[in-house]
């Protein structure tokens, strides 16, 4: 019988930059997930379509899945021939319970690999200015627990013995007992006014920090509203965030952005957004696949050389068009000596990475203008036009062009369908915690979000979250859908996220 592995991968805390290679590489090829509750969408959104998720952390409202189920998850799955990821927050063998699974694994004969990941202390320390150890004055650092109740007899944590100077303290799973903490820190002799900072949702957009002291800490958590997961780091370095954060400044910190974007295609926006610090929810709104009838890219490419235009409507049938195209010829000189257009920069940049250039870009990235543009070269008459689009694409273009007498062949390339968010964890996240915005940069985002809306709708409607637009065709779906439109981009990424900057931005209110 074939025998699978497990590997037990740390996710690091939360911001799917700080993945390692290996665990991302991993995730890419696993049969099955199995995963805890602090792992973000776009983590999740990295295995393949036919991976087997099993989320065995807390769900809302209800429980975690007990550690031996886990174990004989990982187990029976391994027998099972697959290629198992268990998930965890962090590093595996810090508070992770990865030491348990490990043993059981090897009592079970079950091949394992552990790989590392940036565990929350040292998240919550980078992302808040707050170095752990300092050459001239900190040479000690200690991670806790403090989930344990310190005040319980068989405490496997010797309060008394804690470094307390010269060191920092990092206290993981602290939230719920910060006051029987801080009571046992100062009982055992540290400073009341030692530095305190507490740091929430470490890495991701949503993180907060809290500076404080020792003996104001308890009073300040509260004010603040600190919940878990947060890590509570003690000592003087503590306060050096004061003078070197870096993530709080950037200018979308603590904002919540949804994205449209397709399934399995990676979002620039989110990118940009997440840049600026501001967390991202991808929902694979629209799945965009190849979609090339043989018939007509055979007859197409039979006369490619014979075209004057090649006109290409997105990014998406650049793509497509040019895979096609490699799959027949192996030189791009196929081509011949046509012209190209594209409709926007956009698609320009697309075609740039075939080392091609395109003789025209309409000012406005619409079809009116790109068919505006192709008449005024006065080259159309008795010429012949190739427009690469999608299912969706419409007619308008065509006739536009056969007005100036062109000879028009219409090459689909790819197809464009809504998916099913029923089950997916951006979905989930947006329905739970709502968003500062949402941003919609194609008219089918649109439509499948519409579509959906029942079952995405966050109900209050003082939170309604704003709805941003990446230009006039978008808008106007919206509009058509009865989708108020908030703000509007000019139809580029760059001018979208200066239209986010400047109305959600800091100092933009
Ligand atoms: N194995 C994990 C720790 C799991 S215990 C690791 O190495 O990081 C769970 C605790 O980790 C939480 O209670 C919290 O104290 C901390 N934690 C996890 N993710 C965090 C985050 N993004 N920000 C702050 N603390 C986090």
Same mark, same amino acid.
Request: glycine share 14%; aromatic share 0%; hydrophobic share 30%.
């Given at each position: 019988m074939s025998r699978g592995a497990v590997r037990l991968v740390g996710a690091g805390p939360g911001n799917p930059g700080l993945l390692t290679i290996r665990a991302k590489e991993l995730l890419g090829r696993c049969q099955v997930l199995v995963f805890d509750s602090l792992v973000h969408p776009a983590v999740l959104a990295m295995v393949s379509p036919d991976c087997e998720l099993i989320h065995v952390g807390k769900k809302s409202g209800g429980l975690a899945v007990h550690q031996d189920s886990i174990q004989k998850i990982l187990v029976e799955k391994s027998k099972d021939g697959k290629e198992v990821v268990r998930l965890k927050g962090g590093d595996p063998y810090i508070f992770g319970r990865g030491g348990e699974e490990a043993l059981f694994l090897k009592e079970n004969g079950i091949t394992f690999e552990v790989v590392p990941g940036v565990t929350a202390a040292s998240g919550a320390a980078a992302y808040s200015g707050t170095p752990l150890t300092q050459r001239k004055s900190n040479s000690t650092m200690v991670f806790v627990t403090g989930h344990e109740d310190p005040d319980k007899e068989a405490s496997m944590v010797d309060w008394n013995q804690l470094p307390k100077e010269n060191s920092v303290l990092c206290i993981y799973m602290g939230v719920a007992n910060l006051e029987p903490i801080v009571s046992k820190l100062i009982g055992a002799g540290f400073d009341p006014t030692t530095p305190v900072v507490c740091v929430e949702w470490a890495t991701l957009g949503r993180q907060r920090v809290c500076r404080s002291r020792l003996n104001t800490v308890v009073e300040d958590a509260e004010e603040f509203w600190l919940n878990s997961p947060a890590v509570m780091m003690v000592g003087e370095n503590a306060k050096m965030g004061e003078e070197i954060s870096w993530f709080e400044d950037k200018s979308l910190q603590g904002l919540r952005f949804v994205v449209t974007r397709s399934r399995g295609q990676a979002s620039e926006l989110s990118e940009m957004l997440e840049k600026r610090g501001a967390e991202v929810l991808g929902l694979p709104l629209i799945s965009i696949s190849k979609n090339v009838d043989e018939e007509t890219m055979a007859d197409v490419f039979a006369e490619i050389a014979s075209y004057d235009w090649i006109v290409f409507s997105s990014p998406n049938g650049v793509r497509y068009f040019f895979e096609a195209f490699f799959e027949t010829f $192996? $030189?791009?000189?196929?081509?011949?000596f046509l012209r190209i257009a594209a409709v926007g920069e956009a698609t320009a940049k697309e075609i740039r990475k075939y080392y091609v250039t395109t003789d025209l870009i309409p000012k406005e990235a619409n079809a009116e203008s790109l068919a505006k543009g192709l008449v005024e070269t006065g080259s159309l008459d008795s010429s012949k036009v190739l427009l690469v689009t999608g299912n969706l694409g419409k007619d308008l273009l065509r006739s536009k062009l056969e007005e100036a007498r062109a000879i028009v062949d219409r090459f689909e390339v790819y197809k464009t369908e809504p998916t099913d968010l029923s089950d997916d964890p951006a979905a989930k996240e947006f329905r739970s915690r709502g968003a500062d915005a949402i941003i919609f940069t194609s008219s089918s985002g649109v439509r499948s979000f519409v579509d959906q809306a029942k079952d995405l709708v966050i109900e209050s409607k003082a939170n309604r979250p704003k709805t941003v637009s990446i230009g006039p065709i978008t808008s106007s779906t919206m509009s058509k859908l009865g989708m108020p439109t908030d703000f509007q981009a000019e139809a580029s990424l760059d001018s979208l996220v200066n239209v986010v900057e400047q109305h959600f931005g800091k100092g933009s209110k």
């Open positions: $192996d $030189d791009i000189r196929s081509l011949g």
